[in-house]
């Protein structure tokens, strides 16, 4: 499943490629998680402002437009209006100057001038979803749960520590459910608690501050290096020049249970927790 950091590479590959490209036409294939909520014929003659990412969303401006009939309407910070898109849990996107007839499992394209950006998603679990602001709905209603971004500098060591410390669920629950802090997927879970030294099962209101802020910087540093090295390459992710990520070659826990641990000679484990496998080693990730 597309994380936080495979969302990102998502984001830098496109970005400056489809700033100020003009919309020339949208398609639709098969339904996504949810309707895109306008006629996609309406899109056309608007122009895409810079790709942003909230989450493991991704927000495209698309300023201006021709309404039908009229002539272009003005383009104004006020009318920006865009498509809020969403991997889903098969989920990738392409931006290519000619790609091809459009698969069985592409099912979003917006042709512009500078290529066809394409969604392809063979579970459909992703989106893609019109929405007149960031701040109103539906993007405001998608985007209202989501906890503080990793890299915000609002989100301090303090601020983490008093966030974990008001939960009695265990920290990595309390991580995956994304509403203290976004992006900490299970892969990235399990490595942050291993390189904070963190037990998967410890309780959130029995870590202390040293250790809350330990592990604020270890999911920082297990994240950035994951958008450095592309993502982590599970099933089919590939960024939008169709390479894959690295991570995976430098994960010290997740899906190596049974190896030996590399900081402290310790056996890793796999436990489940909440339905998910945890990899964490039982010598030095403490309670
Ligand atoms: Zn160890």
């Given at each position: 499943m597309p994380e936080l950091p495979e969302v990102e590479v998502t984001r830098i590959s496109l970005a400056d490629r489809l700033n100020d490209a003009r919309v020339l036409s949208a398609r639709l294939g098969k339904p996504l998680r949810w309707p895109l909520g306008i006629a996609p014929e309406s899109l056309a003659g608007r122009r895409a402002g810079l790709l942003q990412r909230r989450g493991k969303y991704l927000w495209l401006p698309l300023r201006g437009g021709v309404a039908p009939g009229d002539g272009?309407?003005?383009?104004?910070?006020?009318?920006?209006?865009?498509?809020?898109?969403?991997l889903g849990m098969s989920g990738s996107l392409?931006?290519?100057?000619?790609?091809?007839?459009?698969?069985?499992?592409?099912?979003?394209?917006?042709?512009?001038?500078?290529?066809?950006?394409?969604?392809?998603?063979?579970?459909?679990?992703?989106?893609v979803v019109w929405s007149p602001g960031l701040?109103?709905?539906?993007?405001?209603?998608l985007l209202a749960k989501l906890g503080a971004e990793p890299f915000d500098a609002a989100l301090t060591p303090l601020a983490f520590h008093a966030a974990l410390h008001g939960r009695r669920t265990t920290v990595k629950a309390a991580l995956l459910a994304g509403d203290i802090v976004v992006g900490a997927g299970n892969i990235y879970v399990s490595e942050a608690l291993h390189r904070a030294a963190i037990d998967p099962r410890t309780r959130c209101n029995q870590l202390s501050r040293p250790r809350c802020e330990r592990l604020l910087?270890?999911?920082?540093?297990?994240?950035?290096?994951?958008?450095?090295?592309?993502?982590?390459?599970l099933r089919d992710f590939r960024d939008a020049h169709g390479m894959s990520g690295a991570f995976q070659n430098e994960a010290q826990v997740y899906g190596r249970e049974g190896d030996t641990c590399s900081r402290c000679?310790?056996?890793?484990?796999?436990?489940?927790q909440a339905q998910r496998s945890t990899y964490f080693c039982g010598g030095c990730q403490r309670r």
């Open positions: 272009p309407v003005a383009a104004g910070p006020d009318d920006a209006g865009g498509l809020l898109l969403h392409n931006l290519a100057d000619a790609p091809g007839p459009a698969g069985a499992h592409d099912h979003f394209e917006l042709a512009t001038s500078r290529g066809v950006l394409r969604l392809t998603d063979p579970r459909r679990f992703g989106a701040q109103a709905d539906p993007a405001a209603r910087a270890a999911l920082r540093l297990t994240l950035a290096r994951a958008i450095e090295l592309g993502g982590t390459t000679g310790g056996t890793i484990r796999r436990i489940v």
